[in-house]
C-alpha cells in the first residue's frame, strides 16, 4: 500500500533528522515530516556550543556525562560540522575562586578534561579574554553548525530510504481505537491534505511536541523558556568564554564560522507564544552588560542580529505541578505511560545530544517492530566527514583559496559535489560567506531548498554582515532560473527573505547595522520597487 | 541602557556596508581577474581570516596599493591597510625572491649602481641582458628601466650646496628619497635653487634611508620597519632640535612618512606628521600666506603640460596644490589629465607576472595623455614619470623641475 511506512517522524531538527538517520540505517522505512524546513525551531536557534559538559558538572552531573560523551562521538562522526576549539572558564574579580576547585573536580568526575590556566597563559591564548581574569580552566569545548549537522543527517537518511516531506503541516493523528496509526496532513505549497500510515509515529516536535501530543489525547506539560542571543560581526574569540560560576544569564561567547555569540537570557514564556519571538531591549541590555564581562570587546563589536530560541524542558511526570524540570532527555512511551499504541515523544535533551536521544528512540521504535538491530551512528561518520580536510583539498585545488576553505567548512567531503569547472560557477552569490553560483545550485538540486530563507540553512547565504544586501537579489534570480515561478512570488520570496533578516536586527539597530540596513532599503526599495505590496503576499 | 555608542573595528573593517563603490574604482579589478577586488581582499576577507588565518588568499599580491579604493569609499573604511596588513600578518612569510629583493633594495641597489651608471644603463637597455632579467629573475624585458645618475645627490650636495645653505635666514629639511639620490639629482638640485631663491636653506636629514615603500609592497617587513624608525628619529631631530618642516618632492615618499608609517608598520609619528610636507603644498602655501614672491624668467615660450595625479597624491588630496602651482608659472597652459592609475605603482610593473595588468591599468590614460595635445606631461611622482615616458611619446617632469627652468 502506498504512504505505508514503518514508522513516521514528526519534525524536522537534529533529533527528528537523528531518528530518521538512526532508523534509515536499522532498515526501519521511515517518514520525516516538519511543518516547515528542516532545523528552524530550537535546533536553529541556540548558541551552536559543541558542550564539554563542563557547564552542568557541577549542577547536573548526568547531563555532563552525556555531553563529554556525544562531544567525543560528534567530533568523530560530525567533524565538518565541528570546529574543535577547545573553551575556558574564567572567574573574574567578583566570582569566587574557590568554585574552581569545586568545578574541576566535577569535571574530573564526569569524566571531561581540564587544564588549569595561569591569568597570563589564559590571555595569550585568548587576547580577547577580560583581562582582569583571576582564574582560568580550559576545557574540550567547541563550536557545531546545527544545520550543517541537521542537513548532514537528512542527507544520510534519504541516502539509507528515509523520505522527508518539509512543508507539511500534521493536522491530525489518526487513532484507531488505542493506537495511533497514522497522521493526516496538510501541505504547505500543494496545498491539499494527505494522509500516511505507519506502524509507529514519533512526536519529535520540540517545544511544540505539546500540540502534537494534544492531537492524540495526551498530555506532555513543556515549560517554554526562552534563550535570546546576539550575533557580532566577526570573530572576537577564538575559545569559548564561559563563566567559572553556576550557569547564569549571558555567561557563553561562542566563536561560531564567521561570527561570535553571546548568549543566552533565560526566561518563562507562556505556551501560546512560542511561535512570537520577540527580543525586548532588557534583554539585549542584559546579553551586551553580561558579555563585556567575557570580553570587553563586545562593547564596541558591531552586532549584526539578535534573534531566541525556546528550550524544550519538559516538566516532570511525577510532578503534577510542573516546577521540578528536567534538562535530561525524555522519552516517553504513550503505550506505557498514557495507554497509546504507536505513539512515541522524544522531547528535552539538547543539541549535544540529539544522536543519544534519536538511539534511545529507534533503540524503542525497534523493540516495538520486534527487530534487534544494533544502533551504528556513535561509529557511521555523516556524510561530509568521511574523508579529512586535506582529502577533500586535495580534490577541489583548483578553487580559489577562500572559496575552497569556506565550501569544504559548509560541506565537508560533500564540498566535490559542487560545480566548478567555469568561472561563472565560481562566481559569488553571497560575498561575505564566500557562497559560489555552484554551492548555490548544488543546494537547490540536493538539499531541498524551496524557497531563499531555506537556502541561507543550507549555505550560510545572507548570513554575514550585509544581511542580504548583495546576495538576496543573485540568489533570487538563481532560484527563478532553475524552477520558473511566477515574478509575484519570486517578489514575494525575496521581501519574506529580507524582512527575515530585518527581523534579527530590528532589536539592535544602531550605528552600522542600522546604516547597512538603509542601504539595503534603498537598494530593494526605491532601486528596484520591491514594495510592501509584495510582502503581503504569502510564501510557499 | 549602555546602548554601544561607536562600533571600533581595526582600519575601520566593519564601518564597510558592501556597497562595492571600492571595487568598481579598483584600477586592478577592471583589468586581472584573479584580483577579488578591494572590497573582497579587504573587509570580506578580513572577516575570513579573523576566523581562520588558512583564509588567506595570495590573489592579494595583485593588489597595487595604490589607495584608490580608500579615496572611493564612502564609510571610511581603510581597504587598502587592510589588504597590506593583511598580507603582512597573514601571508607567506619568506617570500623574498632575488628579484624582490633587488626591487625592494632601492637604497642598496643605489649605491652600487650609480658609480657605473654610464655601464649600468646602457647595460639594462641591451636586448640580451633584459631577455636574461625576464629569465632569470622574472623583471619584463618590456620593462625600460630608470636611468641612474652618475653620483648621488648628497655627494653632490656635501661638495657643493652644504656650506652656503646656512647664510639663509629659514630652514628646512629635505627628505630627497631614493629617486633624487640615484636617479634624478638635477630634481634636488631645483628644489634648492627654488628654496634659495625664497631665502629658505635646505638641510639634509642626519640619516635618511629609503622611506620603505618598495619593502612593505614586497613582504621585506622588518627592514622597512627598521628603516622607518631610522627615518622617524632623524625627522623627529630635524622638527624638534632645529624646528625645521621636512619637505619631500615625492608624493608616495611624503605619503609612506605621513600614513603608512602609522597605518602598516603600527609606528607612531603625530608628534611630527603635520611637519612632513610635500613640496610642491609647502611653496604653495609659502606663496599664497604672501610671505614670498617667485620671480619668472621673461619670454618665455608658451608651453602646454598636462598634469598627471598619482594615486598617492589623490589619497592625501593634494593634487590641487601642484597644479596650481604650475599654473602660476607665466606661458604655461595647465590641462588636468583624469585622475587615474598609471599602472606601474612602484615595483610592480616591473614584474613580469604584472606587465600585462600594469599595462593595461595604464592605457586609458596613455591615450589620453596621446590626445591631449601637451608638450610635457608632469607629475610629483617617479615611477608614473617613468611608466608614462616608456608607454607615450611624452617627456614627464616634476613641477618643480618645470618651476625652476623658469625661475629668472
Not at chain 1, 220 to 245: D, Q
Not at chain 1, 347 to 371: F, S, V
Not at chain 1, 384 to 409: A, D, F, M, Y
Not at chain 2, 40 to 67: H, I, T, V, W
Request: charged content about 25%; glycine content about 8%.
Amino acid at each position: 500500500m502506498e504512504n505505508n511506512y514503518d514508522i513516521i517522524i514528526i519534525g524536522g531538527g537534529a533529533t527528528g533528522a537523528g531518528v530518521a538517520r538512526d532508523c534509515s540505517l536499522r532498515g526501519i522505512k521511515a517518514l520525516l515530516l516538519e511543518r516547515s524546513d528542516i532545523s528552524t525551531g530550537a535546533t536553529g536557534r541556540n548558541h551552536g556550543l559543541l558542550h564539554s559538559g563542563a557547564r552542568y558538572a557541577v549542577t547536573d552531573p548526568e547531563s555532563a556525562e552525556e555531553c563529554i560523551r556525544e562531544n567525543m562521538i560528534l567530533r568523530k562522526i560530525a567533524a565538518h560540522c565541528v570546529e574543535e576549539t577547545d573553551g575556558l572558564f574564567i572567574s573574574l574579580p567578583e566570582d569566587d575562586l574557590q568554585y574552581q576547585a569545586t568545578f574541576v573536580e566535577a569535571c574530573r568526575k564526569a569524566g571531561i578534561r581540564t587544564e588549569i590556566l595561569d591569568p597570563e597563559e589564559a590571555k595569550r591564548i585568548e587576547p580577547s579574554v577580560n583581562p582582569t581574569l583571576t582564574g582560568a580552566v580550559r576545557v574540550p569545548d567547541g563550536a557545531v553548525d546545527p544545520f550543517q549537522l541537521t542537513a548532514a543527517n537528512i542527507i544520510d537518511a534519504k541516502a539509507h530510504g528515509a523520505e522527508v516531506r518539509t512543508y507539511t503541516k500534521v493536522i491530525e493523528l489518526i487513532r484507531e481505537q488505542d493506537r495511533i496509526v497514522g497522521v493526516r496532513t496538510y501541505d504547505r505549497r500543494a496545498h491539499c491534505e494527505q494522509t500516511f500510515y505507519a506502524q509507529v509515529v514519533v512526536n519529535a516536535g520540540g517545544i511544540w511536541g505539546q500540540g502534537i501530543a494534544a492531537k492524540a489525547g495526551i498530555t506532555v506539560n513543556m515549560l517554554p523558556a526562552k534563550g535570546a542571543l546576539l550575533i557580532f560581526g566577526h570573530r572576537i574569540n577564538n575559545l569559548v568564554l564561559n563563566r567559572c560560576r553556576k550557569p547564569t544569564d549571558a555567561d557563553i561567547l561562542v566563536p561560531g564560522d564567521t561570527i561570535s555569540l553571546i548568549g543566552t537570557t533565560s526566561s518563562k514564556i507562556p505556551y501560546d507564544q512560542i511561535d512570537n519571538m520577540v527580543i525586548t531591549p532588557e534583554e539585549v541590555d542584559i546579553l551586551l552588560r553580561e558579555g563585556e564581562k567575557l570580553s570587553p570587546q563586545l562593547a564596541y563589536t558591531r552586532i549584526l542580529r539578535a534573534y531566541a530560541g525556546v528550550r524544550p524542558l519538559v516538566a516532570s511526570d511525577d510532578d503534577p505541578s510542573g516546577r521540578k524540570v528536567s534538562r535530561g532527555i525524555v522519552l516517553l512511551d504513550h503505550a506505557q505511560r498514557d495507554g497509546m499504541e504507536g505513539f512515541i515523544t522524544i522531547t528535552g535533551g539538547k543539541l549535544m545530544t540529539y544522536r543519544l536521544m534519536a538511539e534511545w528512540t529507534t533503540d524503542l521504535i525497534c523493540k516495538k517492530l520486534g527487530l534487534n538491530v544494533p544502533c551504528r551512528t556513535a561509529e557511521l561518520p555523516l556524510p561530509g566527514s568521511t574523508e579529512s580536510k586535506k582529502e577533500v583539498e586535495r580534490k577541489i585545488r583548483h578553487k580559489p583559496t577562500t572559496q575552497r576553505r569556506s565550501v569544504i567548512s559548509r560541506h565537508g567531503d560533500m564540498a566535490d559535489r559542487i560545480a566548478d569547472q567555469d568561472s561563472i560557477k565560481n562566481s559569488l552569490v553571497c560575498e561575505c560567506e564566500e557562497v559560489s553560483i555552484g554551492e548555490v545550485e548544488y543546494a537547490m538540486e540536493n538539499l531541498s531548498v524551496n524557497n531563499l530563507v531555506d537556502l541561507r540553512r543550507r549555505t550560510r547565504i545572507g548570513m554575514g554582515t550585509c544581511q542580504g544586501e548583495l546576495c538576496a537579489c543573485r540568489a533570487a534570480g538563481l532560484m527563478g532560473k532553475k524552477d520558473p515561478i511566477c515574478a509575484k512570488r519570486a517578489k514575494a520570496d525575496l521581501a519574506s527573505f529580507l524582512n527575515e533578516r530585518w527581523k534579527g536586527m530590528a532589536p539592535i539597530a544602531w550605528g552600522d547595522t542600522l546604516r547597512e540596513s538603509e542601504y539595503t532599503t534603498w537598494v530593494y526599495e526605491s532601486v528596484c520597487g520591491l514594495t510592501d505590496e509584495t510582502e503581503k503576499t504569502t510564501v510557499q | 541602557m549602555n546602548i554601544q555608542q561607536n562600533t571600533v573595528s581595526e582600519n575601520n573593517f566593519e564601518q564597510c556596508i558592501k556597497c562595492t563603490i571600492c571595487t568598481v574604482y579598483c584600477p586592478v579589478a577592471a583589468v586581472n581577474p584573479d584580483f577579488p577586488g578591494p572590497k573582497q581582499a579587504g573587509p570580506d576577507g578580513e572577516r575570513l581570516r579573523l576566523k581562520q588565518p588558512d583564509y588567506f588568499d595570495a590573489s592579494l599580491k595583485y593588489c597595487m596599493n595604490c589607495k584608490r579604493c580608500e579615496v572611493a569609499c564612502p564609510s571610511n573604511v581603510r581597504i587598502g591597510d587592510i589588504i597590506q596588513s593583511a598580507r603582512i600578518k597573514y601571508g607567506p612569510k619568506k617570500n623574498t625572491s632575488l628579484r624582490n629583493y633587488v626591487l625592494a633594495n632601492t637604497d642598496l641597489v643605489g649605491s652600487l649602481a650609480t658609480p657605473f651608471a654610464p655601464i649600468v644603463n646602457t647595460a639594462v637597455t641591451l636586448k640580451p641582458v633584459r631577455y636574461m632579467m625576464d629569465k632569470v629573475m622574472s623583471i619584463d624585458h618590456r620593462r625600460i628601466f630608470p636611468k641612474y645618475a652618475h653620483g648621488t645627490f648628497t655627494s653632490w650636495y656635501k661638495k657643493h650646496a652644504a656650506a652656503s645653505q646656512a647664510t639663509y635666514p629659514k630652514q628646512v629639511a629635505f627628505f630627497h628619497g631614493c629617486y633624487v639620490n640615484y636617479n634624478n639629482p638635477q630634481l634636488g638640485k631645483d628644489l634648492i635653487r627654488i628654496m634659495n631663491s625664497l631665502g629658505y636653506g635646505v638641510n639634509l636629514l642626519d640619516k635618511e634611508k629609503c622611506c620603505g615603500v618598495p619593502l612593505i609592497s614586497n613582504g621585506l617587513y622588518k627592514q622597512a620597519e627598521r628603516q622607518a624608525k631610522t627615518n622617524l628619529s632623524s625627522i623627529r631631530l630635524a622638527v624638534n632640535d632645529h624646528d625645521m618642516d621636512v619637505i619631500t618632492t615625492s608624493s608616495t615618499c611624503t605619503f609612506t612618512l605621513r600614513d603608512e608609517y602609522p597605518h602598516i608598520l603600527n609606528l607612531k609619528n603625530e608628534d611630527v606628521r603635520d611637519r612632513i610636507e610635500l613640496a610642491t603644498r609647502y611653496l604653495y602655501k609659502l606663496i599664497q600666506s604672501g610671505e614670498v614672491q617667485l620671480k619668472f624668467k621673461e619670454g618665455m615660450p608658451p608651453l602646454r603640460i598636462a598634469y598627471h595625479t598619482p594615486c598617492h597624491m589623490e589619497k592625501m588630496g593634494w593634487g590641487y596644490y601642484s597644479i596650481e602651482l604650475l599654473r602660476m608659472i607665466p606661458g604655461i597652459e595647465v590641462i588636468v589629465l583624469d585622475s587615474q592609475c598609471c599602472g606601474i605603482a612602484g615595483t610592480y610593473g616591473f614584474k613580469k607576472e604584472n606587465y600585462p595588468t600594469s599595462q593595461s591599468v595604464g592605457e586609458p590614460l596613455f591615450r589620453q595623455i596621446e590626445a591631449s595635445g601637451a608638450d610635457l606631461v608632469a607629475s610629483d611622482c617617479e615611477t608614473c614619470k617613468w611608466q608614462i615616458e616608456m608607454s607615450t611619446t611624452k617627456a614627464c617632469e616634476h613641477p618643480l623641475t618645470i618651476l625652476a627652468s623658469r625661475l629668472a
